[in-house]
């Protein structure tokens, strides 16, 4: 049987030598029972969460051999640095036992390297050699805090520094998982206390009332074997996300576009607003995420939402839409908390490709609105040149749209000031989201 320390080193070599996302690696791990999934999921993201200040701890234990560590030794490493340094109550020898066995099972080996004694000086050293800063000292608090300084500067650019770093703070927290309550079957009231019946630690979410916040699962119970999972009353979606439906609001009858759908939380949302009458089509360029729209409508019993393989920027709907959904592809910063990797995998110099891309399809988004319609341009990022910078210069281009100033419904604090909308991990206990809805011209 697989270990968790085993399963871990799995899914980190993935990431980094593969270029993969942890979490469909991570949805494999889960289907073992008999492993321990929390510690699994622990283990992944706190080492992808403070990657870079443990490497900056091995550098000096390592010595110049460092940059020659094969990368399957570096993550065994990695994991164990990570336990001493950042766990509490970390059953040491065994992680220098199991270590040193996976190591051996790895059959790598690097000259100069003796990983035993890098173990027990991790080990003997423990949370004193966690990473700190002085107050004041911005850049060594944002290392500290596993953040690319570059973008730790931008949210400081928006919020001051003192927010900045309580946004890194908060991405460094476990995120609990979130459902939005399928309004076709179920109330989320009464969705709220079947869950508890069945031992589920819920409370009701932060900001719309549609959705609930897990907090606890029971023993040995994954999210996708509750029963109300399996019978489509519930939806997996963040309240950043669900509140693009919530504000856009789509009527039975309507025709909805969503042009960037996959997975189909916010095609399904609208479906269910929709009452299931109307059509929602919902596109993605991939037939396997496709996929998973469809199974998402099968689940929760929707019959007018429809999954279409294609790209949005030349789509042709058979008649305007009433509302059209741009969830732009974006760099999500906004969701650090729960894609740790990231913070890895993102630089600077990869936002302008982006912006391009977010500019084409809002381009094309003009073009499917009917008159008098709606556009909702949204994205799960933080970055002001991939929110208000797209939706201002676009709106320059198109004197037929108009922005729908910030309808707040109870939601004023997320309103900024120039009529859009924006959560924050800090502020809101939500991802970080952007979103503009804008208003075609009856003309």
């Known amino acids: 049987m697989k270990s968790a320390r085993s399963y871990a080193l799995d899914v980190l070599l993935s990431v980094e030598r593969d270029g993969r996302y942890p979490g469909p690696l991570l949805q494999r791990v889960a289907r073992d029972k008999k492993v321990h999934f929390g510690l699994v999921q622990r283990l992944v993201k706190g080492t992808l969460q403070q990657q870079a200040a443990i490497d900056a701890l091995l550098q000096p234990l390592c010595g110049a051999v460092f940059r020659k560590i094969p990368a399957q030794l570096k993550i065994i490493l990695r994991l164990a640095a990570y336990q001493f340094v950042y766990l509490k109550e970390v059953p040491r020898k065994l992680v220098i036992v199991e270590s040193l066995q996976l190591a051996k099972a790895s059959r790598q080996f690097c000259s100069g390297l003796d990983m035993k004694s890098v173990l027990n000086a991790l080990a003997e050293g423990g949370a004193s050699l966690a990473p700190s800063a002085q107050p004041g000292d911005f850049a060594a608090q944002v290392r500290a805090l596993g953040h690319p300084l570059w973008l730790a500067k931008k949210v400081a650019d928006l919020l001051g520094e003192s927010e900045a770093l309580a946004f890194c703070a908060a991405n460094n ?30 409370s009701p979410g932060s900001l719309l ?142 936002i302008k490709e982006l912006t391009i891309l977010q500019s084409e399809l809002l381009e094309a988004a003009a073009g499917l609105v009917k008159p008098g319609g709606y556009l909702a341009y949204s994205t799960c990022t933080v970055l002001r040149e991939e929110n208000e910078d797209r939706v201002l210069e676009f709106l320059q281009a198109h004197p037929e749209f108009k922005l729908v100033a910030g309808n707040d419904r109870g939601l004023s604090a997320l309103v900024t000031s120039e009529g859009m909308y924006r959560t924050w991990p800090h502020r809101h206990s939500v991802g970080g989201a952007f979103l503009a809805i804008l208003r075609r011209s009856e003309g």
Do not use: Y
């Not at 927290?173 to 630690?201: C, D, E």
């Not at 939402?305 to 839409?321: K, W």
């Open 173 to 202: 927290k476990p995120w609990p998982v979130v459902v939005r309550a399928n309004s076709m079957r179920i109330k989320s009231k009464a969705l709220l206390q079947s869950l508890r019946a069945g031992g589920v630690a819920v």
């Open 209 to 350: 009332p549609e959705c609930l916040v897990i907090r606890k699962l029971p023993a040995r119970m994954r999210l996708t074997d509750l029963p109300e999972f399996k019978q489509g009353l519930m939806q997996v979606q963040d309240e950043s996300a669900a509140l693009v439906m919530h504000l856009l609001d789509p009527k039975p009858g309507e025709l909805v576009i969503d042009m960037c759908a996959a997975p189909g939380g916010k095609a399904t949302h609208a479906g269910s607003l929709m009452q299931d009458r109307g059509e929602v089509l919902a596109l993605d360029i991939h037939a396997s995420r496709v996929k998973l729209i469809t199974q998402n409508c099968r689940r929760q019993g929707l019959h007018c939402v429809r999954a279409i393989i294609g790209d949005a920027r030349s789509f042709c709907p058979p008649r305007p839409a009433d509302r059209v959904v741009l969830d732009a592809p974006c760099s999500g910063f906004g969701t650090l908390g729960r894609k740790v990797d990231i913070r890895l995998q993102r630089s600077a110099d990869s």
